[in-house]
């Protein structure tokens, strides 16, 4: 048998080996710090938690409510804004170059737009993604990509004009529905290339406290710092800065010629102005706020407070999807006209259908018959009204 005096040393013994090591790991994992894309995650022995400034900002008013109302205002009216506009482009507007490139800028908008009641969604129920990580991947890439695709398109659009305004003998060189074409596809090409990098990475994190799923709101410091900041500073160069600095040399162009012009077009360059704003006032603040968010990462460790002001950027950013319809299309007075044409028209048909279906129920005698013959009369002159509208 072991003595008393022998097991006495060795439960003190065994006791300090115990204290220590359970003091050793409790300070590991309060040690183990995950820097990320928007909050600072630790790991508490195996179990992901927010810091409580950072549950602040997922559970407070600005990220569950105020942001998903910004992106439900833009999906409200951009919705119908693009889908008439589409409507028109492809079936009442001739197919020139300029109409061409339009159409890829709505699709780029429609787009966008499809994604935005997953992000509502998302951000009502606090910030927890429910629809899995390859829907997270895919929507990540289409928000991104459909906003950068935009950005593009509106290069483009800009490159045309000024070629047709500022150089109009070289508008008949440069400016064909192939040339339009080709270079939509190659600005297709470049997104769907640019954003494989999010499709193929993983974005949705599951946290323990709180109980939610982030959906590209998390990421591990060493992919942050090793791939995402080196991609994002990419495509902030490629996507924005070069695109920005190509619609603002063409559209200062513009203004200048047209001012210059005898006939002063001033209507004109203050459209162009307007246009110009827009696009900054869009598209700067979220690509500006969104290259600080990846550097800080290992520049400023500790300080992420930028989070809300990123959300906000963003959601500002989709703005320009409900915008773009009003000032490049429905501001032309022959764009309205159409438009309008497109709503008196199904409205006259479908006053005609219903009026004709009242009458029917009652249509049992010969003058009851008459009067549904005279109804059939003006439904085959209101249908030859909407042929009308569709040529």
Known sequence: MDSPSFRQPFSVVLLFITFHTFTCEEKECVSTLQI???????SKCNRTVLD?????HVKGPVTTLLIPLLYLLALVVGLPANV????????????????????NLTTADLL??????????????????????????????????NMYGSILCLMLISIDRYIALVHPFGAKVFRSRKTSIYMSLVIWVIVIGAMLPLLLTQQSYTLNEPNITLCHDALPQKEQETFF??????????????????????YCSIIWTLMRSQERYTHAAKITALVLVVFIACFLPSNMILLIH???????VGKQDLYVPYLFSLALSTFNSFIDPFIYYYVSEDFRNKAIKLFVCCRTKNYFISTLSSRNQ??????????????????????????????
């Not at 990320?36 to 630790?42: A, E, K, L, Q, T």
């Not at 900041?229 to 063409?250: D, H, R």
Request: charged share 15%.
């Open 229 to 250: 900041f080196p991609y994002f500073a990419s495509l902030f160069t490629l996507a924005f800065v070069i695109p920005f600095c190509v619609i603002l040399f063409c």
């Open 52 to 56: 409580e400034k950072d549950q602040a």
């Open 84 to 103: 008439t506009a589409m409507w028109v482009l492809l079936a009442k507007t001739k197919k020139m170059p300029s109409t061409i490139l339009l159409i």
């Open 362 to 391: 009652d249509s049992y005698s010969a003058s009851k018959f008459r009067s549904v013959s005279t109804e059939m009369s003006a439904l085959n002159g209101g249908q030859l009204q909407k042929n009308q509208c569709l040529t």
């Open 36 to 42: 990320v894309r928007s909050f600072n995650i630790h």
């Open 112 to 145: 966008l737009i499809l994604v935005l009641p997953f992000r509502i969604a998302y951000h009502f129920q606090g910030n927890n993604w429910i629809w899995g990580e390859s829907f997270c991947r895919t929507t990540t890439a289409m928000f991104y990509g």
């Open 294 to 300: 990846y550097s800080e990462s290992h520049l400023i």
